[in-house]
């Protein structure tokens, strides 16, 4: 079992920046993937980016040029870097791991929730315009 636990959200204007982390339990975060998703009020779950274990990430095209995911597997947590935030970046964000993604190399399948076996239980990310 691993637990997620993320952190980093906040309130931002737009056009600011803001750090999500995501930790996992045990250190055991390099044997995942980990994904980012987002919930927006009275809308479904969409993903937002996801890396593998050998660092090659993938983004959905809203936040591409925007956010930078990166994986520290020593300190066992995964960073979301999110700039130049919009007020529709406002959501929840939940991170993910999956192992059956982690030593894909292409990582179509991303962004299907299914794939995740273990979830954060979200933060929240505030962008006023």
């Known amino acids: 079992q691993v637990q997620l636990i993320e952190s980093g959200g906040g309130s931002v204007q737009a056009g600011g920046s803001l750090r999500l982390s995501c930790a996992a339990s045990?250190?055991?975060?390099?044997?995942?993937?980990v994904g980012w998703f987002r919930q927006a009020p009275g809308k479904e779950r969409e993903f937002v980016s996801a890396?593998?274990?050998?660092?090659?990430?993938t983004y959905a095209d809203s936040v591409r040029g925007r956010f930078t995911l990166s994986r520290d597997d020593v300190k066992g947590t995964a960073y979301l870097q999110m700039n130049t935030l919009k007020p529709e970046d406002m959501a929840v964000y939940y991170c993910?791991?999956?192992?059956?993604?982690?030593?894909?190399?292409?990582?179509?399948?991303?962004?299907?929730?299914?794939?995740?076996?273990?979830w954060g239980q979200g933060t929240q990310v505030t962008v006023s315009s």
């Open positions: 045990g250190n055991t975060l390099s044997k995942y993937a």
């Open positions: 890396i593998n274990r050998s660092g090659s990430t």
């Open positions: 993910a791991a999956s192992g059956v993604l982690g030593s894909m190399s292409v990582l179509t399948d991303a962004v299907f929730p299914g794939y995740y076996s273990y």
